[in-house]
């Protein structure tokens, strides 16, 4: 069994920047891919950013050049730089560990941007 913790939201003025972590613990496979996806009132959850165990990043459009996802070194951390951050980044933050064919989430951590 995969447990996913995060931490770092919060709520930010516009054009601010936070930090998300999320360390994950159980039985985790090294090839995995770790990622965050966010969730606003109303809408799906949609993918923010992944990245694999060999650092092959990939982001959403409405993110890049401003998210930056990056990994520990023990490959069961996984961080997401937010700079510049907008009102419409304003979401729960999921993480997401994909090992062995299967997925595991954290229970989020809320993201406040206030204009």
């Known amino acids: 069994q995969v447990q996913l913790v995060e931490s770092g939201g919060g709520l930010v003025q516009a054009g601010g920047s936070l930090r998300l972590s999320c360390t994950a613990s159980?039985?985790?496979?090294?090839?995995?891919?770790m990622g965050w996806y966010r969730q606003a009132p109303g809408k799906q959850r949609e993918l923010v950013a992944t990245?694999?165990?060999?650092?092959?990043?990939n982001y959403a459009d409405s993110v890049k050049g401003r998210f930056t996802i990056s990994r520990g070194s023990a490959l069961n951390t996984v961080y997401l730089q937010m700079n510049s951050l907008e009102p419409a980044d304003t979401a729960v933050y999921y993480c997401?560990?994909?090992?062995?064919?299967?997925?595991?989430w954290g229970g989020g951590t809320q993201v406040t941007v206030s204009s």
């Open positions: 997401n560990l994909l090992n062995l064919g299967r997925n595991s």
């Open positions: 990245i694999t165990a060999a650092g092959v990043t």
């Open positions: 159980g039985s985790i496979f090294r090839f995995n891919v």
